[in-house]
């Protein structure tokens, strides 16, 4: 069963800009990539409702860590969104620019 989640959260663990964006899968199917956040550094942690994005609530999505001047990377993990749902998936991201890793810290 998938599990449904309001929010995302993306703590920068890497030596580069990233910015937290979203992919979702549309009525027909299709895989939609969305704009998130503004690059944000080292350290700094960012949270994002997928709706502030234009997934649209019940749509199947995942956190897409969008590495500036490097190699994007897409969560392994798949989520139903719900608007009203108080559950946020908790990533981080770490590594290089074309050699980072994302990881799922916590479901809560």
């Avoid at 895989?31 to 690059?39: E, I, L, N, R």
Wanted: negative net charge; hydrophobic residues 35%.
């Amino acid at each position: 069963m998938v599990q449904k989640v309001g929010n995302f959260c993306l703590k920068n663990d890497g030596g580069f800009v990233v910015k937290l964006q979203f992919v979702f899968w549309d009525e027909n199917g299709n895989k939609v990539h969305t704009d998130g956040t503004a690059g944000y550094p080292v350290l700094q942690t960012e949270c994002r409702s997928p709706d502030q994005s234009g997934v649209p609530d019940g749509a199947l999505v995942s956190l897409y860590a969008f590495v500036v001047w490097g190699s994007d990377n897409t969560a392994n993990q798949i989520f139903y969104y719900d608007s009203s749902s108080t559950v946020t998936a908790n990533y981080a991201i770490s590594g290089t620019t074309l050699n980072n890793d994302l990881v799922l810290v916590s479901v809560q």
